[in-house]
């Protein structure tokens, strides 16, 4: 169900659509749909072969662990071990653009899910038609963003389409994500651990627990999203600009004069929101170079920052 000349259909978000989307994933094709963070590319997580086409229609680097989504907290505990951190995270945040990263249960999902560790990284998503589509697949759903590796995420069923037609079974299109950058991720051993800033802010993750959050500073890969170059445009970026060349074209931040604003009223939240969908049109509009308006480091703007470092990192 992968390759060049599958024909990807667009589906509907409503009841046929979503019992269609349902039927694909519990037989082991890929199919795309929204979460409240970005779309997703969804495979039965407990199906090898299943879950090898999403590295193969993404491009996707297997050493790449990917996120497992799951429709309520019941059935994460199926797939992993919950510890009092982790009941409490789980208990505030879900569901929501939180991906917590755990022990594995042997057995649970297909090991290419966690790139061979014995971790899994899972979340429940808030969003009404993941959930309804995680509901009707009836198994845990593996789900990186739906992009060719590397590349911008999508936020829209036309990005998707436009990066994977042909190479994936459906799209279910339940119109632009709300968050916009993906899901927070946290790991807990040997202590809570920042793995990758997203749409839940930092600071609401350090209320809860009662204290900072170390911060992962190797450079493996133990969670999604932890490559140095990712969420990457055609054209070179260069960020933290105040004054943009003449030949630059400016993704803006607040009252400036530029091509795109991310938020004219400096709102992270719309920011965030705006991100990959003003990335995703500079993009198409041709290969002069994208420069950034410095974006604040707090909030929502870790994550966005984040995503903007990796997306003009030197590309290998």
């Known amino acids: 169900m992968a390759g060049e000349n599958v024909q990807t259909e667009l589906l509907a978000a409503d009841p046929e659509g979503i019992a269609r989307a349902g039927a694909l994933l519990a037989g082991g094709a890929l199919v795309s749909f929204p979460t409240e963070t970005v779309y997703g590319l969804g495979a039965n997580a407990t199906d090898d072969t299943a879950v090898a086409r999403i590295f193969e229609a993404k491009g996707r680097p297997h050493f790449n662990p990917l996120i497992v989504h799951v429709p309520t907290v019941g059935a994460a505990r199926e797939i992993a071990e919950f510890d009092d951190v982790a009941d409490r995270l789980a208990s505030a945040f879900w569901p929501g653009p939180l991906t917590l990263v755990l022990r594995l249960k042997a057995g649970s999902v297909s090991p290419l ?4 560790l014995d971790t899994v990284a899972i979340r429940v998503p808030a969003h ?5 589509v995680l509901e009707a697949a009836g198994v845990p759903v593996a789900a990186p963003s739906a992009n060719p590796s590397g590349r911008i995420s999508p936020t829209e069923a036309a990005h998707v389409i436009d990066g994977l037609s042909g190479r994936i079974a459906a799209v279910v299109d339940g119109g632009a994500c709300d968050v916009g950058v ?3 991720i946290v790991g807990l051993a040997p202590e809570p651990t920042l793995l990758r800033p997203g749409g839940l ?6 209320a809860c627990l009662g204290g900072p959050l170390a911060v992962h500073a190797g450079e493996d890969v133990v969670a999604p999203g932890q490559l140095a170059s990712h969420y990457a445009p055609d054209a070179p970026m260069r960020l933290n600009v105040v004054r943009p060349h003449s030949d630059e074209r400016l993704l803006g931040f607040g009252h400036v004069e530029c091509d795109l604003n991310l938020s004219e009223s400096g709102d ?17 509009g041709g290969d002069m170079p994208i420069a950034v308006s410095p974006i604040p480091q707090h909030g929502l703007g870790r994550a966005i920052n984040d995503r903007l470092r990796r997306a003009a990192a030197p590309r290998g």
């Open 113 to 116: 899910v966690s790139a061979g």
């Open 128 to 132: 009404p038609l993941a959930v309804s």
């Open 268 to 284: 992270l939240v719309e920011a965030a929101a705006n991100l990959f969908h003003h990335l995703h049109a500079l993009d198409a």
């Open 201 to 206: 802010p930092v600071e609401a993750l350090e």
């Open 182 to 184: 993906e899901s927070t």
